[in-house]
Structures are given as structure tokens and as C-alpha cells.
């Protein structure tokens, strides 16, 4: 797993692992930040954590190489992004070809990008919600994995829906990653299908 902040939604990874019928296991925990809380979480469950931080990298693509070998090196059937805030370059991706997932807190292909949330309220949707999704070369541009939807309320600010979209973002992660592991899938197009 990547991860650059709280931890949070790792937790909620790490707790669902926990469980043997869960059918994933976290193999390893790596962060852009070396003091990133969420290795603090990775170490507290007994799961490896490491750090490949851009400042000790001479540019992005070494960046990129040295923590696509830091992945590696766990060979992770699945590489889950659980906020992590770095965008993948091709040549990363390229080494782990659709086995990287991510969560979105939009309905994609609507408001991709770092600001969906804020995006959303503007446009006056009434339905915004969570994509999980395969990572590719462009932004939030990967097959989907699975959708929920959260509905806007009257008096919501960024804030607030955001608070909504991760209640609803964390258990649809989980599942999905769990689906994922315990069922396997395969990318037509740009449908995935599971088993």
C-alpha cells in the first residue's frame, strides 16, 4: 500500500486484512513522507513500512524508479493507494500494469482531479459520491472498479460532503480491494471484470 497522510483509510485496510476470509494481506506500507503517520499505523499492525521521499531523489523520474523498486521488491499482486498524494508516473505504472488502485471522491468520469469536492459543489450537483478505480497514465482517468453515490444536501460546504464522501469511500474500498484479491479481474476495455 502507498500512503502519504493519517492513515485512515489504511486502518480501515489493515483492520479488514486482519481477517483470514478478507482474502487480502498487506505486504507492505510505503509513503512519499517518512514521518507520514500512516507508517506509524503500518508498524503498529507488524506490517513493513518504508519511505522513498522525492528530497532524497535528484528528480521525478528517479523518484518514480526508486519507489517502483521499493514496490517490487514486496511483489504486491496489487499496489493500493490509500491517500497517497504523489501522481504515478508512466514508467511506474507501467511495472505494475493494472494493479494499481485508487479512490476518487467523485462519480468519474465527472470532476477529475485534486479539487472534485470543491469542483462539484460549484457545478450545483445534487448526486456526487466515491469511484474506486484502476490507475493509468492520465488522472483519474483508469477503468472502474466500483462507484458509490452520496447526495448533496441544501446546506453542505466542501467540508461536509467530504466528511459524507469518506464515510461512504472506506467501506467501498475495502470491498473492492477484497473483491479484487479474493477474485482476481481482468481489464476489457475499459471494463473490469472480476474472477
Keep these: 500500500m502507498l500512503a502519504s497522510g493519517s492513515g485512515t483509510t489504511l486502518q480501515a485496510l489493515l483492520d479488514a486484512a486482519g481477517d483470514p476470509a478478507y482474502g487480502a494481506k498487506v505486504v507492505a506500507v510505503g509513503s512519499d513522507k517518512p514521518a507520514a503517520r ?27 524508479a526508486a519507489l517502483a523498486d521499493a514496490v517490487a521488491a514486496h511483489a504486491p499482486d496489487l499496489v493500493v493507494c490509500a491517500g497517497f498524494m504523489r501522481i504515478l508516473s508512466p514508467d511506474f505504472l507501467a511495472r505494475f500494469p493494472s494493479r494499481v488502485v ?26 456526487s459520491g466515491v469511484t474506486v478505480h484502476l ?58 471484470r472480476f474472477g
Design 135 to 192: 490507475v493509468d497514465e492520465g488522472v483519474d482517468t483508469g477503468p472502474v472498479v466500483a462507484q458509490a453515490a452520496v447526495p448533496l444536501h441544501a446546506d453542505d460546504d466542501e467540508a461536509a460532503l467530504q466528511r459524507r464522501i469518506q464515510d461512504v469511500e472506506r467501506p467501498l474500498y475495502v470491498e473492492a480491494v477484497g473483491r479484487l484479491a479474493r477474485e482476481g479481474w481482468t481489464v476489457q476495455g475499459r471494463t473490469v
Design 38 to 64: 500512516a507508517l506509524e499505523r503500518a508498524r503498529a499492525a507488524g506490517v513493513e513500512a518504508f519511505a522513498v521521499a522525492l528530497a532524497d531523489c535528484p528528480d521525478l523520474v528517479a523518484w518514480n
Design 102 to 127: 485508487n479512490t476518487h471522491p467523485a462519480l468519474l468520469p465527472s470532476f477529475p482531479g485534486a479539487h472534485a469536492v470543491a469542483d462539484a459543489l460549484a457545478y450545483g450537483v445534487r448526486v
